[in-house]
């Protein structure tokens, strides 16, 4: 097996490694999960087209990562409007209010 391939498989790894941490999408999660993917995709510049095999793996190691990483975006998605909606309040419309974490300060003296 030629430098490149094992480079490929290394990747696969990677990618694999990095849908492992977004099963718990926290922050901290998300954040190692972006170096992981970088190392990932690092590997995988200017190398040479592996077998089919480890192309199928590999795409779809990066499929379930995709799909991972869209989950985890609605969680946070979610979450972020549960909190404008309670930090904010509604408009005359109905819809959530634009909320703005800036700035704010509340005090009773």
């Given amino acids: ?12 790894q990677e990618v694999e490694e990095a849908c492992a941490m977004l099963v718990d999408p926290s922050p901290e999660n998300l954040d ?21 095999s480890q192309t ?3 795409r779809s190691a990066i499929h379930r990562a995709r799909h991972l990483l869209e989950l985890a975006a609605d969680y946070h998605l979610h979450w972020q409007r ?3 909606s309670m930090a904010a309040g509604y408009t005359s419309a109905g819809e959530t ?3 703005s974490a800036r700035g704010r300060l509340s005090m009773e003296g």
């Fill in 1 to 12: 097996m030629s430098p490149g391939h094992d480079l490929w498989g290394l990747a696969r």
């Fill in 32 to 52: 190692r999960c972006t170096g992981v993917l970088g190392s990932a995709a690092a590997r995988l510049g200017g190398v040479n087209r592996p077998p089919p």
């Fill in 56 to 58: 199928r793996d590999l």
């Fill in 82 to 84: 549960v909190l404008q």
């Fill in 97 to 99: 209010a634009p909320f």
